[in-house]
């Protein structure tokens, strides 16, 4: 007879899986990846695209052994600047609960991202359902030339300006330039994507969310030949301390996710150290890039204290302090979620 306390079932205990993303003790097999990864409409219905259009193959596999514990709260509360809650692994996790589940962990609010017409609607409809929540729009780089080889993109762009309208959208994204899914062909129809949500940007005063892989110079060199909005993020910073500080000239942020934490990323971390902290911003990009030590598991939003610890620690800075700057930062992007 085992004589030992039950384990605590809180909830939001730190170092427990919160309970609504935990899987159900009997069961078994989970079933297709491939249903479990489809978004969510914005009623909890799947339906919808990935993250990255055609080129998620790595999205696209069951990550394995759950969702993470959840983190020591942070001490001052931070906001997850680009996250996807449509996008569905494992449990199916209500808006609500993904929501309290960050708060518990000390992440107030979040960014919610589009990447195409279906989650770029999601986005607009979930904005208006809770406070916690802001919104962002667009057509991910990866898509771009399907729909031009569909004939569809310049209905797709002038339906993203439409949406971008709403007064809880706050930035076009996630657009920008990809090219290591997209090859030479494409790359025209990335381009011009891009630069047609730099111009909507500008004209509607809302920021921009740049998707930028392997593609740096010429990221730069668009925002420079276009005009940049007065407000850019690169979401999920893959730069080199060169690129930081190009950002730093620029007053363009620097949105840092759990690729900071991994053991390969040294330049990540010699760009942080040389990043305006006045310009630094922390994501999750879930449910993709969990941080050390949770690495190829899923993520979400209440996962963000992780990657800021460890932003910390790299900085050698208080935790405090930088949770009240990358709020102050985030706060001059996107403005108030009240």
Same mark, same amino acid.
């Given at each position: 007879?085992?004589?030992?306390?039950?384990?605590?079932?809180?909830?939001?205990?730190?170092?427990?899986?919160?309970?609504?993303?935990?899987?159900?003790?009997?069961?078994?097999?989970?079933?297709?990846?491939? *249903?479990?990864? !489809?978004?969510?409409?914005?009623?909890?219905?799947?339906?919808?695209?990935? !993250?990255?259009?055609?080129?998620?193959?790595?999205?696209?596999?069951?990550?394995?052994?759950?969702?993470?514990?959840?983190?020591?709260?942070?001490? /001052?509360?931070?906001?997850?600047?680009?996250?996807?809650?449509?996008?569905?692994?494992?449990?199916?996790?209500?808006?609500?609960?993904?929501?309290? *589940?960050?708060?518990?962990?000390?992440?107030?609010?979040?960014?919610?991202?589009?990447?195409?017409?279906?989650?770029?609607?999601?986005?607009? *409809?979930?904005?208006?359902?809770?406070?916690?929540?802001?919104?962002?729009?667009?057509?991910?780089?990866?898509?771009? +030339?399907?729909? !031009?080889?569909?004939?569809?993109?310049?209905?797709?762009?002038?339906?993203?300006?439409?949406?971008?309208?709403?007064?809880?959208?706050?930035?076009?994204?996630?657009?920008?330039?990809?090219?290591?899914?997209?090859?030479?062909?494409?790359?025209?129809?990335?381009?011009?994507?891009?630069?047609?949500?730099?111009?909507?940007?500008?004209?509607?005063?809302?920021?921009?969310?740049?998707?930028?892989?392997?593609?740096?110079?010429?990221?730069?060199?668009?925002?420079?030949?276009?005009?940049?909005?007065?407000?850019?993020?690169?979401?999920?910073?893959?730069?080199?301390?060169?690129?930081?500080?190009?950002?730093?000239?620029?007053?363009?942020?620097?949105?840092?996710?759990?690729?900071?934490?991994?053991?390969?990323?040294?330049?990540?971390?010699?760009?942080?150290?040389?990043?305006?902290?006045?310009? /630094?911003?922390?994501?999750?990009?879930?449910?993709?890039?969990? +941080?050390? +030590?949770?690495?190829?598991?899923?993520? *979400?939003?209440?996962?963000?204290?992780?990657?800021?610890?460890?932003?910390?620690?790299?900085?050698?800075?208080?935790?405090?302090?930088?949770?009240?700057?990358?709020?102050?930062?985030?706060?001059?992007?996107y403005g108030s979620w009240d």
């Amino acid at each position: 007879m085992c004589n030992s306390a039950a384990p605590d079932r809180h909830p939001y205990a730190a170092g427990q899986t919160p309970q609504a993303y935990r899987e159900p003790e009997n069961a078994g097999d989970p079933g297709d990846p491939e *249903a479990m990864l !489809a978004p969510a409409g914005p009623q909890g219905t799947a339906g919808g695209t990935d !993250a990255a259009g055609a080129g998620t193959d790595s999205a696209r596999r069951r990550r394995k052994g759950g969702y993470p514990p959840l983190p020591e709260p942070l001490p /001052v509360p931070v906001v997850d600047n680009h996250t996807h809650l449509d996008f569905r692994e494992g449990p199916a996790v209500s808006i609500g609960d993904a929501l309290d *589940a960050a708060e518990a962990a000390g992440v107030r609010g979040v960014v919610q991202v589009g990447t195409d017409l279906a989650s770029s609607r999601f986005t607009a *409809a979930v904005v208006e359902q809770d406070p916690r929540i802001l919104g962002a729009v667009a057509l991910h780089p990866n898509d771009a +030339p399907l729909l !031009a080889e569909a004939g569809t993109l310049e209905d797709a762009l002038a339906e993203i300006e439409q949406l971008a309208a709403g007064p809880r959208i706050r930035a076009l994204g996630e657009t920008g330039l990809d090219y290591f899914r997209t090859g030479d062909g494409g790359r025209g129809s990335q381009l011009m994507s891009f630069r047609r949500h730099i111009d909507i940007a500008k004209r509607l005063g809302k920021a921009l969310q740049i998707h930028d892989r392997d593609a740096h110079d010429d990221v730069v060199a668009t925002l420079l030949a276009d005009g940049a909005p007065e407000r850019v993020v690169l979401h999920c910073f893959s730069g080199d301390a060169g690129l930081a500080r190009i950002c730093n000239e620029q007053g363009w942020y620097m949105s840092f996710a759990g690729t900071v934490t991994f053991r390969n990323a040294g330049n990540l971390r010699e760009a942080l150290l040389v990043a305006d902290p006045a310009l /630094v911003l922390t994501e999750t990009d879930a449910p993709f890039l969990t +941080p050390h +030590p949770y690495r190829g598991r899923p993520n *979400a939003a209440y996962m963000v204290p992780y990657t800021v610890r460890a932003m910390a620690d790299i900085l050698g800075t208080d935790l405090d302090s930088l949770c009240a700057q990358v709020t102050s930062n985030t706060e001059a992007v996107y403005g108030s979620w009240d």
